[in-house]
């Protein structure tokens, strides 16, 4: 059953289109990542998504209501982590979040509940009487994400929860996220330019840049768009500069890179030979300490859809 449907969706800002005939759904209990560079469209579909702009063609159905015809029913079933953190800075955690559940209607014994429920389940609970301002960058993102799930919602948004914070916080949120899904049976859509996060994350996914689909489906299918790609996972006892150009001007590599001591190419299954590779290594007489073959990750395949990095 589909939590979200999603048809053929425009936006335009002027002359600009900036959503192009964006279409998929979402499957109740899923996470479900949606994945893009800065600019591709993804807060703009979110804005729409949520009620908060119109598009200019398409319509949007969240369980079931569609958000142009009945937004407020539609609503009843969304919970919305913004980009931006929405606290008040000068009061205390648990403050903040009976603030907000008032605004769901919350109260008396039940808005208690909730909200130690909520500080519990986003690792808060020890802070909750200390005051915003004193709160990391990325406890207030837990805490934006406290206040978004005291309705109990049947869909949680989360856009761009991990921008900006220390690595502790977003453990924290990768495993509330995983948690809220396990027990509560939220539904998640999870938006990020992070693609190891929505590998490690996400069911199925959808890829999209300048406002464009660029690819849909579980990761498996996704990874399969690109099968005739591989990676080469390299490992020598010394390089130069001057040898990842010349194994980027190999036949079939479309792209190399050097990431903590291991030299990594995204190669053409049909086009790369190995020998050529080797032949480099030998002219310079260094030894392979280890090679290895593994398919693409996401960011990879983005890079060979696209032909450039997800953060260019």
Sequence with gaps: MSSIQVRNVTKRFDDKLVLDNISFSVEEGDIFGLIGPNGAGKSTLINIMT????????????????????????????????QE???????????NLEFFGSLYGLKGALLKERINEALEITGLLEKKKEKIKKFSGGMKRRLNIAAAIMHHPKILIMDEPTVGIDPQSRNHIFEFTKRINREYKTTVIYTSHYMEEVDLLCNKIFIMDLGNE?????????????SDKNKVILKLNEYTGEMLLKFKSIDGVKD???????????????????????????????????INFEEPSLEEVFLALTGKKLRD
Aim: net charge positive; hydrophobic share 35%; aromatic share 8%.
């Design 85 to 95: 953190v929405a606290l008040f800075e000068s009061v205390s955690a648990y403050d």
């Design 51 to 82: 009620g908060l702009w119109e598009s200019n063609g398409g319509e949007i159905t969240i369980g079931g209501h569609c958000i142009k015809k009945n937004p407020l029913k539609a609503k009843e079933h969304i919970g919305l982590v913004p």
């Design 256 to 290: 190399c890179s050097e990431e903590d001591g291991l030299i990594k190419l995204l190669v053409e299954e049909n086009y790369f030979k190995l020998e050529g590779l080797l032949k480099i290594i030998q002219s310079y007489n260094v030894k392979i300490k280890g």
């Design 214 to 226: 660029i690819a849909y489906g579980s990761k498996k299918q996704v990874k399969s768009m690109i």
